[in-house]
Nanobody, 123 residues
Framework: QVQLAESGGRWVQAGGFLRLSCVAS????????MGWFRQAPGKAREFVSA????????QYRDSVKGRFTISRVDAKRTVYLDMNNLKPEDTAVYYC????????????????WGQGTQVTVSS
């Protein structure tokens, strides 16, 4: 069992920066691939980014490449999402997810989910 708790979401102006954090408790953290997903109002949840067990492979959706950076610190059992040059279309609830498999953009694969943190970007 893994419990995930996101934090860091808030209101920010377009062009700004936010760092989201997700702290895991329970099973061994470095057994898990960690992902970030988001869900905007009225839209389906979508993949944002993922990082593998070793932290040496990252994946991003096209619309955030070059702006977002995912990282993990296993000693802190934490995964981060640094979001630069935020745009209004980044407004969503951001969810952290964990799974043992590297099917990084497949929402249905992730076994564990956090409760989400709201990011609002104003123009």
């Amino acid at each position: 069992q893994v419990q995930l708790a996101e934090s860091g979401g808030r209101w920010v102006q377009a062009g700004g920066f936010l760092r989201l954090s997700c702290v895991a408790s329970g099973s061994t953290f470095d057994d898990y691939v960690m992902g970030w997903f988001r869900q905007a109002p009225g839209k389906a949840r979508e993949f944002v980014s993922a990082i593998n067990w070793y932290g040496d492979k990252q994946q991003y959706r096209d619309s955030v490449k070059g702006r977002f950076t995912i990282s993990r610190v296993d000693a802190k059992r934490t995964v981060y999402l640094d979001m630069n040059n935020l745009k209004p279309e980044d407004t969503a609830v951001y969810y952290c997810a964990a799974d043992r498999r590297w099917e990084y953009d497949q929402e249905r694969v992730y076994e564990y989910w956090g409760q989400g943190t709201q990011v609002t970007v104003s123009s």
